[in-house]
Structure formats: structure tokens, C-alpha cells
């Protein structure tokens, strides 16, 4: 035991002299295989005695092993977390973790590690998500997998948006809430979700609807998922984003069929009227309240909105602009249909701000 504790003290006087890694290494794990070797063929002499079972010293190396695994892993993930477009890199001082809070903390990379070593996001992509700002309208039956994937995935600020509070007919499906939340504002149990999940994003809870004059809000966005659940909330969220400019990502469900598109008129998407310029007739689009909906769809649609989110803003893949993916829970089904702007478009094209 002496001998192994007079092991360590020398590694970490190395370390507290600044010595070359290399050379800290190399000086203990040297001794170390010097015990081995005289426990090996000097089982007698007294060094061996003083050292103990060799089984220890074995498994103390193999532990010794891993441990310098780990730590070669993390670099190596901190050194493709620091590949972002003029970020600094990992040399001095002042490109560490803890002193600029533009790099990803030990606690993040490890968080983040099965994002990182995907070739399409990396750690240029992590990066992005932690910059991004994303407004979630409505925190029911989709915007539950959307704020908890966001937040997991580590999407840096994330505003919801919902007036609503929790009722016991919302926990068939909305799975961001307990039994204990039935009757508090939606926003707030959300919140208080979102941060026991991932306490490095920042959650701001909106207590209010978006309407068509939010555009000047809506711009301090970089996108917006809407998954809120009726015509009219959809139509205004559409307006204020087409007026911002900014991308929005709209999922929708009923029964056992989902739809998920983006809309997006300032990079050549349709907006949602121009495919639906007009409310349905009453009683041809009922709500889920009134047609009902299968648990677990929200969760397939809510998942693959937050997917198109990550890629958005991590610029990966091919993303949903001028397509409409239909999701057919019942029989199984999916499929994609292109969808394209509507040049009279009363929103996005030449018909706006025509009566
Ligand atoms: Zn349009």
C-alpha cells in the first residue's frame, strides 16, 4: 500500500511541477511495471513484500487504464467541440472551458458525447444548438417530446409559449407533466421539467398565445414549432412568422394521422396558407377533444418536429421545407408529398393584405 501511495505522490508532485503529460505518465506507469516485474521474479526481496498482492497491482493498472481512456476520450471530444469557426482551441489558458463560456463545459461534452461524434452535427453542431433561441407555441400533446427532445438535446434558450393549465385528460398524451401538475399553468410545470432534464439550457415560460402581430417578438427567434391545436391558433403563428421571416416548423395531429411540414416563404417553402387559405368548414376539421387521438401520436410527430429543429439549426440533412410528411399510425403508413407556394398566396405572396 506504501508503495502505491508513494506512486501517487509522485504523480501528482509531477503534475503540480507542470511536467510534459507524456513524461507524467511515463514515470509512474514505469514504476508501476517495476513492482510488477520484481513481484514477478523476486517474490521474496522486501520491495515485494512491501507492495503486496500482484492481483492488486494488476487490476489497479487495468482501472489506471481506463481512467486514461476516459480522459484521452473527453480531449478528443473537447478538440472537435473546438473546431467551430474561429473558436479558439483548447491551447493556454484562455481557451479553457471555464474561462470562456462560448466552449462546452467537461459537463457538456459528456452530456452531448452521443451528439458529438456524429459526423453531422459534431461539435460545430452542439455549438449551434447551444446558441440557438427556438419559441415553442403550445406545451400540450406535441409540444411535450418537442421541449423535452430540445431541451435534452441541449437547444441553448427555449421560450414556450402556452395559456393553458394542466387538466387530468392531458396526461393520456402529454407526457412533459405529472399527476401532481393537473391545475398549474402549463408553462410553469413545463419549465420546472425542462430544467430537472437539462439544467444548462435557459427555459422562459410565456403565459400568453402568439397572435399574427407577434412578428417583432417571433423575430428574436431563430425558428418556432408550432403544436398548438386548432385553425385559427395555426393561422396566427403562420402570419407572425411570415411577417419575421423566420422558419416555422408545424406538426399537427387527429385520430391516428399526423402531418409535420416546415413553412418557410423567405427561403422558397409555402407558408401555411398557401395551402390552406381559408378556415375549414365548421365541423370538417374537429379538434382532438372532439375526434380524439391515440396517446403515443403526438409523441411520434412531437420527436420528428424536434428532429427538424436539430437539423435546421445544426444545417444537417434534408429538412421538411416544401414537403409534408403524413404519418398513418393505424395502418402504418408514411408518406411525403412536395407542396409548393402559392404565388397568391394571401399571407406570403401577392394577395396579402387583400380582404
Ligand atoms: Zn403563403
Not at 509522485?10 to 507524467?24: F, H, K, Q
Request: proline share 6%; aromatic share 6%; hydrophobic share 50%.
Amino acid at each position: 500500500m506504501s508503495v502505491f501511495l508513494a506512486i501517487v505522490a509522485i504523480w501528482l508532485g509531477l503534475g503540480l511541477a507542470s511536467v510534459r503529460p507524456a513524461i507524467r505518465l511515463a514515470i509512474p506507469a514505469g514504476l508501476w511495471a517495476g513492482v510488477l516485474l520484481v513481484q514477478r521474479f523476486a517474490p521474496q526481496s522486501a520491495l515485494a513484500e512491501l507492495a503486496g498482492d500482484r492481483r492488486v497491482w494488476l487490476a489497479g493498472g487495468v482501472f489506471a487504464l481506463m481512467l486514461a481512456a476516459y480522459a484521452w476520450g473527453l480531449r478528443r471530444l473537447r478538440d472537435a467541440a473546438a473546431k467551430e469557426d474561429g473558436a479558439p482551441g483548447t491551447l493556454g489558458a484562455a481557451a479553457s472551458p471555464a474561462s470562456d463560456p462560448a466552449m462546452l463545459s467537461d459537463a457538456e461534452l459528456d452530456r452531448y458525447a452521443r451528439h458529438i461524434v456524429l459526423r453531422e452535427l459534431g461539435g460545430p453542431g452542439q455549438q449551434r444548438l447551444r446558441r440557438a433561441s427556438v419559441l415553442v407555441v403550445g406545451a400540450g400533446a406535441l409540444g411535450s417530446p418537442v421541449a423535452l427532445y430540445l431541451a435534452a438535446a441541449g437547444v441553448g434558450r427555449i421560450t414556450l409559449a402556452d395559456d393553458d393549465h394542466v387538466s387530468l385528460s392531458n396526461l393520456q398524451r402529454q407526457v412533459i407533466f405529472d399527476d401532481a401538475d393537473t391545475g398549474r399553468p402549463k408553462v410553469q410545470a413545463a419549465t420546472a421539467r425542462l430544467h430537472a432534464l437539462n439544467p444548462h439550457v435557459q427555459v422562459t415560460p410565456l403565459p400568453r398565445r402568439i397572435t399574427a402581430g407577434d412578428a417583432d417578438f417571433v423575430k428574436e427567434f431563430d425558428l418556432v414549432l408550432d403544436g398548438t391545436d386548432s385553425f385559427d391558433s395555426r393561422a396566427r403563428i403562420n402570419a407572425a412568422c411570415v411577417a419575421a421571416g423566420v422558419p416555422l416548423v408545424a406538426g399537427s395531429i387527429a385520430q391516428w394521422e399526423g402531418q409535420l411540414t416546415v413553412w418557410d416563404p423567405a427561403r422558397g417553402a409555402p407558408c401555411m396558407a398557401c395551402l390552406f387559405p381559408q378556415p375549414p368548414a365548421p365541423g370538417l376539421a374537429p379538434s382532438c377533444a372532439e375526434a380524439g387521438v391515440v396517446g403515443a401520436l403526438p409523441g411520434v410527430i412531437g420527436s420528428m418536429m424536434a428532429l427538424e429543429a436539430i437539423k435546421l439549426i445544426a444545417g444537417a440533412g434534408l429538412d421538411a421545407r416544401g414537403r409534408m410528411l403524413i404519418f398513418d399510425g393505424l395502418w402504418g403508413e408514411t408518406r411525403s408529398i412536395k407542396i409548393h407556394r402559392n404565388a397568391d398566396c394571401p399571407i406570403c405572396g401577392a394577395g396579402k393584405g387583400a380582404p
